[in-house]
Antibody
Framework: QEQLKQWGAGLLKPSETLSLTCGLF????????WSWIRQPPGKGLEWIGD???????NYNPSLQSRVTITMDASKKQFFLNLRSVTAADAGVFYC???????????????????WGNGTTVTVSS | EIVLTQSPGTLSLSPGDRATLSCRAS???????LAWYQQKPGQAPRLLIY???SRATGIPGRFGGSKSGTEFTLTISRLEPDDFAVYYC?????????FGQGTRLEIK
């Protein structure tokens, strides 16, 4: 059964870069998009962006200027970099599985049942 | 951007009651690509329904999804104590994936 485990520095100073890693265990990284999603304290969920094995990325326009998502498929890991963080970027960051695409056909729904357990990020000087 | 508006903000019900949660989209969602998630404190969201109507693996039959126009509904037929949580809808039909603001289902 697939599991996502995530890790990275949880305490940052303003203007620093947030770097998180998400590793897939027990499944294949191929044919899926892999997402990052965040949740400010006490608030709702915000999609940050996603990536597939081919390196195709999609980003939320509200964060696109500060975000880079990359992947090392050989290690079954994908990464989030968020530059120039402020207190508004604090919260829990999740990695999650997204759409399944194969041979030009995408099944966007059923794969969204795999999530990491979240990393709490604090931004403080 | 497709804006999802969930209502009510909070729903107070008792175990055994029927819960009806609404998610209204600002425009049509391609392919009915809408999901429902359940989130409990300190946990990641759990996928309940995808593509508006399909139950995710392992989700009990008391959870059901429906649609009328641009309004999507999550129905929980008979509430169990474990069902009290926050519920989010998500659309993934457009290139910018968005979530609703959530409905808190609390014990009355």
């Amino acid at each position: 059964q697939e599991q996502l485990k995530q890790w990275g520095a949880g305490l940052l100073k303003p203007s620093e870069t947030l770097s998180l890693t998400c590793g897939l265990f027990g499944g294949s990284i191929s044919n899926y998009f892999w997402s990052w999603i965040r949740q400010p304290p006490g608030k709702g969920l915000e999609w940050i962006g996603d990536i597939n094995e081919g390196g195709t990325t999609n980003y939320n326009p509200s964060l696109q200027s500060r975000v880079t998502i990359t992947m090392d498929a050989s290690k079954k890991q994908f990464f989030l970099n968020l530059r120039s963080v402020t207190a508004a970027d604090a919260g829990v960051f999740y990695c999650a599985r997204g759409s399944y695409c194969s041979n030009g056909v995408c099944y966007k729904g059923f794969g969204r049942n795999v999530w990491g357990n979240g990393t709490t990020v604090t931004v403080s000087s | 951007e497709i804006v999802l508006t969930q209502s009510p903000g909070t729903l107070s019900l008792s175990p055994g009651d029927r819960a009806t949660l609404s998610c209204r989209a600002s425009q049509g969602i391609s392919g009915n690509h809408l999901a429902w998630y359940q989130q409990k404190p300190g946990q990641a969201p759990r996928l309940l329904i995808y593509d508006a109507f399909s139950r995710a693996t392992g989700i009990p039959g008391r959870f059901g999804g429906s649609k009328s126009g641009t309004e999507f509904t999550l129905t929980i037929s008979r509430l169990e104590p474990d069902d009290f949580a926050v519920y989010y809808c998500q659309q993934y039909g457009s290139s910018l994936i968005t979530f609703g603001q959530g409905t808190r289902l609390e014990i009355k």
